[in-house]
Structures are given as C-alpha cells and as structure tokens.
C-alpha cells in the first residue's frame, strides 16, 4: 500500500537545541498531519497542512513548533528550542484528499528523546 | 468536550474468541469513527471505519457497532488469531478535521 517515510526514525539531542523532523508523504497525497505519542498513550493531534498553510493546530503545537514544506519536498517539523517535554514519538501522516474522512496514512515514526 | 474514552485497557482472550474493544464520545460534531491497530515499533494502519449513517459496519472477521443516541461504538474481532495481537486505537473526526484518538487497547490472544 501507498508509504509515508520519515527521517531519522531516532533523534537524540540536548534540551535547547533545534530539531527538524522529516516526513516524505505519499506522492498524490494533498493533507498533511504531525502527531504525537509519548510512550504507552494515545496519539494527539498536533497541526494538519494543506496547500501551504497551517490549517488547524491544538494547544500541543507550542510557539516553538513550526511546520513547512518547500517546494513539494519534505513535510517537516522543526521544533526550536526543544524542551524535555518534547520527548515523544512523532508521527507523520498523509492523506489523498481536500477534506472529508480520507484515510490518514501514517509513517512508521521518529522517536525524538530530548536529555 | 473532544476527547474520546477507550476500554479496556488491556484484553487477554483466546485464539477463537471474539474480542470486544469500546469506545465512547461526547462531541455531537464527530461523525466518522475508524478503527486503527498498532503494533509494538510499527505505525499506526487502519483497519476499518464507519460512519454514522450506519450501525454496523463488517470486513471479515471485524464488525464496528455503532449506538449514535448513546455515543458509543465497538470493535468487535471474531475468531481471535494470535496474529491479532495488537494495540487497538478507536478514533473520532469531524468533517475536515483531525483524528483524536482513544487512550488504546492492548490485546493479546493466547493459542
């Protein structure tokens, strides 16, 4: 079935520093999403992207929270700076279509552990 | 209220039994609910969906139960496998919005 990739699949970094998260979605893929699992709890949403803008964000996507995707490559999220807090399981996902209950298609993550 | 509530928490049956995982809502907006499972290292894949124009949605051995007026719908697994062992993640959305998740269900299926 259709893929999304994110790299790296592991980030280690000190508390401060800036972290950009990568995520390839699938190729025909025109909704965007980040998610976020600390470990043995649900996913939380945290920002959906469409057509080059933030569309929705929760109350997880802090000031330091920033989300692009230049010129069709990467979906990215950059987190700067990083807080411990931050330390968690982000996922990727991509779905097909402009809105409506397309399946969300999810990457296989990046664990990011903040020290 | 957007928060969707998930039991049990964790499941043990056994091969050949039908697990029954829950999950509640509060938001009157959510009107698609889809059933994902997860397991240990791997990314999350859907396994079934549906909406609320229906009560009851099949594929093979999984049915969703949909109960609108009490805002309630369930995952069941027929013939449990081994193979089924899993995490198990309900989710709700609105028209163009994002998936909350349930907290997970655990379930593992002994032979």
């Known amino acids: 079935g259709p893929k999304v990739l994110q790299i790296p699949s592991h980030q280690i970094i000190d508390m401060g520093q800036m972290v950009t998260l990568n995520c390839d979605p699938v190729s025909n893929h025109l909704y965007f999403y980040w998610y976020k699992q600390i470990l043995g709890q649900q996913m939380e949403f945290l920002v959906n992207f469409y057509n080059g803008k933030v569309m929705e964000k929760s109350k997880l996507f802090k000031d330091q929270f920033s989300v692009e995707r230049p010129d069709g490559s990467y979906f990215t999220l950059k987190i700067q700076p990083t807080a411990l807090e931050d330390s968690a399981v982000y996922f990727c996902?991509?779905?097909?279509?402009?809105?409506?209950?397309?399946?969300?298609?999810f990457g296989p993550g990046t664990r990011l552990t903040v020290l | 209220q957007q928060q969707v509530r998930q039991s049990p928490q964790s499941l043990t049956v056994w091969e050949g039994e039908t697990a029954i995982l829950n999950c509640s809502y509060e938001?009157?907006?959510?009107?698609?609910f889809p059933w994902y499972h997860q397991f240990p290292g791997e990314s999350p894949a859907l396994l079934i969906a549906?909406?609320?124009?229906?009560n009851k949605k099949e594929d093979g051995r999984f049915t969703i139960f949909f109960n609108k007026r009490e805002k309630k719908f369930s995952l069941h697994i027929a013939d449990s496998q081994p193979g089924d062992s899993a995490t198990y993640f309900c989710a709700a959305a609105s028209s163009f919005s994002k998936l909350v998740f349930g907290q997970g269900t655990s379930l593992s299926v002994v032979p």
């Open positions: 549906i909406r609320p124009v229906s």
């Open positions: 996902a991509s779905s097909p279509l402009t809105g409506g209950y397309a399946e969300q298609f």
């Open positions: 938001d009157s907006t959510f009107d698609y």
